[in-house]
């Protein structure tokens, strides 16, 4: 299996905190992304990252933010969670453009 | 990028073969097929994914017609833990690409005892 760790796999918050969700990995792949899963709704795009502090907006960027200051970590950021971010929260890691995507194990984030 | 439509659900009897169809009628040359599933609530998982030929791995076989508008997906002989969603998607190569996948809906694949 791909090195692949989200952080934390489970948390529950009340809306208006802020919640990062961590996205590491152990094989020095470019590319990284974040996915949310609802049902109806399946996989949806909310950022990705191309490349240590390059990172572009998905499908469903609105009220989430993204850092990568290293190869390594992908951070998610919630600035003020809402009952409608209530989600499984994917990571994702591609080696290029056209490699397999990896997807971790999943971040159930539930927003009170 | 270029869509594609998939049955929403599908049933397949124990070892037969299960053959998943996908329209993606309007993909462009630099666009490649790929096959993903999922079981139950894990993470996406690759299957396999082709340009113009036929490709087959350990996994599953992919058939694209010649005119590139419709691929289906084959699993020679389908066990229970091939129950999953299957996701069929088309993902642009060349300069500049991001490599991200968009996912639609997907066939729910149900294999039967």
């Known amino acids: 299996d791909a090195g692949i760790t989200q952080s934390p796999r489970h948390k529950v918050t009340e809306t208006g905190t802020p919640v990062t969700l961590r996205c590491h990995q152990t094989e020095n792949h470019r590319y990284m992304y974040w996915y949310r899963q609802d049902p109806g709704h399946g996989l949806r795009l909310i950022h990705y990252?191309?490349?240590?502090?390059?990172?572009d907006k998905g499908e469903v960027s609105d009220g989430y933010s993204v850092s990568r200051s290293k190869t390594e970590d992908f951070l998610l950021t919630l600035e003020s969670a809402t009952s409608s971010q209530t989600s499984v929260y994917f990571c994702a890691i591609s080696w290029d453009s056209t490699g397999e995507l990896f997807f971790g194990e999943g971040s159930r984030l539930t927003v009170l | 990028d270029a869509k594609t439509t998939q049955p929403p659900s599908m049933d397949c009897a124990e070892g037969r073969a299960a053959n998943l169809p996908c329209n993606h009628s309007?993909?462009?040359?630099?666009?490649?097929v790929y096959w993903y599933r999922q079981i139950h609530s894990q993470g996406p998982q690759y299957i396999i994914h082709g340009l113009k030929n036929n490709e087959t791995n350990e996994m599953a076989s992919l058939i694209i017609t010649e005119d590139r508008k419709s691929s289906t997906l084959i699993l020679p002989h389908a066990t229970l833990r091939d129950t999953a969603v299957y996701y069929c998607?088309?993902?642009?190569f060349g300069s500049g690409n991001t490599g991200k996948l968009i996912f639609g809906q997907g066939t729910t694949l149900q294999v039967k005892p």
């Open positions: 990252s191309y490349g240590v502090k390059d990172t």
């Open positions: 309007t993909i462009s040359g630099n666009e490649y």
């Open positions: 998607i088309v993902r642009p």
